[in-house]
């Protein structure tokens, strides 16, 4: 793929089974091009073979679903330079174990990690406002979740039926504010650790006065 190419169109390798790399020698590396700035809605959904995404920081708007239903995904370098994660980008990328969240997102959409189920710990940058609706719903092999000072809203069944998340820390001195129970059906002795000087404001907060056993302070040490 040249590097003049700056755009990937919505739907160019959907349901390209058989893709196995991109400007690479490496079965299931797709090293995207240089000078690329916008890769389009659900333009890699269904690439089974894709194991590995390298992208240039040249990228600044990556569409719905782009990546969605990559189902042996295992690692992504995102573009410092985006602000948003799509609805449904990562959607059903059940090999996906880790990945670094760039600092100038404000926004996680819907279903943007639903049924990642090999990822173990997500952290949440500073800037990040809002979690939209099942952004990580029946992620089962999370187990911890740090969220920055930023935050704001958290969307209904946002971390729904994450059977194995036992930890959620939240740096904002201020409740985001919830809808409905984003948090059934975690971990048996699940916690949320907030600032020491905000555990009573959390407790007493609307929605999260459902979890006030579970809420502590952030521990110093």
């Known amino acids: 793929m040249s590097n003049n190419i700056t755009i990937i169109g919505d739907y160019t390798f959907q349901n390209c089974t058989n893709l196995k790399s991109i400007n690479s020698n490496i079965d299931g590396q797709c090293i995207l091009p240089n000078n690329l700035t916008k890769i389009g809605m659900q333009s890699f959904n269904h690439c089974y073979k894709i194991k590995e995404v390298i992208m240039p920081n040249t990228v600044t708007n990556i569409s719905t679903g782009a990546f969605s239903s990559c189902t042996n995904l295992e690692r992504i370098t995102l573009s410092n330079n985006i602000t948003s994660l799509a609805s449904e980008i990562f959607n059903s990328c059940v090999k996906l174990e880790s990945i670094t969240i760039p600092n100038r997102v404000t926004n996680i959409n819907s279903y943007a990690f639903r049924d990642c189920t090999s990822l173990t710990s997500i952290t949440i940058p500073f800037r990040v406002t809002s979690i939209g609706a099942s952004a990580f719903n029946s992620c089962t092999g999370l187990t911890n979740v740090t969220i920055g000072s930023g935050i704001t809203s958290i969307g209904s069944t946002c971390f729904y039926n994450c059977t194995s998340l036992i930890s959620v820390t939240i ?48 521990p110093t040490t």
Do not use: M
């Open 171 to 218: 740096r904002n001195t201020t409740p985001p504010s919830l809808v409905s129970t984003p948090f059934t059906n975690n971990a048996s002795g699940r916690k949320f650790y907030v600032p020491a000087s905000s555990v009573e404001t959390y407790k007493a907060a609307s929605g999260w006065s459902n979890y006030s056993a579970d809420i502590e302070a952030i």
